[in-house]
């Protein structure tokens, strides 16, 4: 599994609909209303790393109201939980 974390700016008047759009989108697992320099961070989890793109280039940076996003892809979880377990099908 591959994790993708995506700072989003919005039109501050559209952030609840961008947000829903986003959460909206196959790939993104989250999406959180923050403060700071940024509106919002979207979680993308994806199998390969081209799937980045085409959530990110294709989808995300096309909901209406984005104006601007910065993508940080992850190389580690250091977690209690198995995120890859969570989205298992049970399928090898």
């Known amino acids: 599994m591959i994790t993708a974390i995506v700072f989003v700016k919005a039109d501050v008047a559209r952030i609840p609909e961008v947000a829903e759009g986003i959460a909206a989108l196959d790939g993104v697992t989250e999406v ?9 961070i979207a979680m993308v989890r994806v199998r390969q790393h081209e799937e980045i793109a085409a959530v990110v280039a294709d989808q995300v940076n096309k909901v209406p109201g984005v104006t601007d996003t910065e993508t940080h892809i992850a ?11 969570a989205f298992s099908l049970g399928l090898d």
């Open 32 to 40: 959180y209303s923050v403060t700071g320099q940024i509106d919002l």
């Open 75 to 85: 190389f580690r979880a250091y977690s209690s939980h198995d995120l890859e377990s």
